[in-house]
């Protein structure tokens, strides 16, 4: 019935040679380092939606997923925006097949055979005054 057995291992878009080296305390409007942000912080919270779209698109299962953790939730300013998280998601008890369009009323599957967590990797840069987001790596581990 379903197929989560292997990892999902997305790269959408591997462009942009850009360092990620960690560290440093600069301005918020200074190109550099990428820093700490809130969980709450509205741009993140919409990378992650767009993130899990994808990955509920891409993935075979029956189920969806939707965000369980925010393990890293980092931002970097490099002609736009970049946004770097560590993101857990997790198996829901929706079913694909009915069309879900809000992911909140779709509780976790319990402990047991269908409990499934992967941990994910992305990176995400968003061009404000171009309107777009691109997804520049998507990878995910169960
Ligand atoms: C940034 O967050 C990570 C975990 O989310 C934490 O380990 C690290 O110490 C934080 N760094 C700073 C500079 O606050
Ligand atoms: C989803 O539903 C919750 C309440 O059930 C609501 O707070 C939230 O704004 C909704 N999200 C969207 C994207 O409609
Ligand atoms: C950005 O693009 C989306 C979809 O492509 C569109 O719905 C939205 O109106 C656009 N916003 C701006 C500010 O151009």
Not at 33 to 57: C, E, K, M
Not at 61 to 76: E, G, M, N, T
Request: charged residues 20%; glycine residues 6%; contains cysteine.
């Amino acid at each position: 019935m379903m197929g989560p057995k292997t990892p999902l291992l997305v790269s959408l878009l591997v462009a942009l040679g850009v360092s990620s080296a960690a560290g440093g305390h600069y301005g918020y409007s200074m190109p550099g380092s990428p820093f700490n942000i809130s969980r709450t912080d509205r741009g993140l919270q919409q990378v992650v939606l767009a993130a899990t779209r994808s990955f509920n698109d891409r993935s075979n299962d029956a189920f969806l997923f939707k965000p369980s953790a925010i393990r890293r939730a980092q931002r970097q300013i490099v002609k736009g925006i970049r946004y770097i998280v560590d993101l857990d998601i997790s198996r829901t008890v929706c079913r694909k097949r009915d069309h879900i369009d809000n992911l909140s009323q779709c509780d976790f599957q319990p402990k047991g055979r269908l409990h499934q967590t992967f941990q994910c990797h992305f990176e995400v840069w968003v061009i404000p005054w171009d309107n777009e987001t691109k997804i520049l790596v998507f990878l995910c581990q169960p």
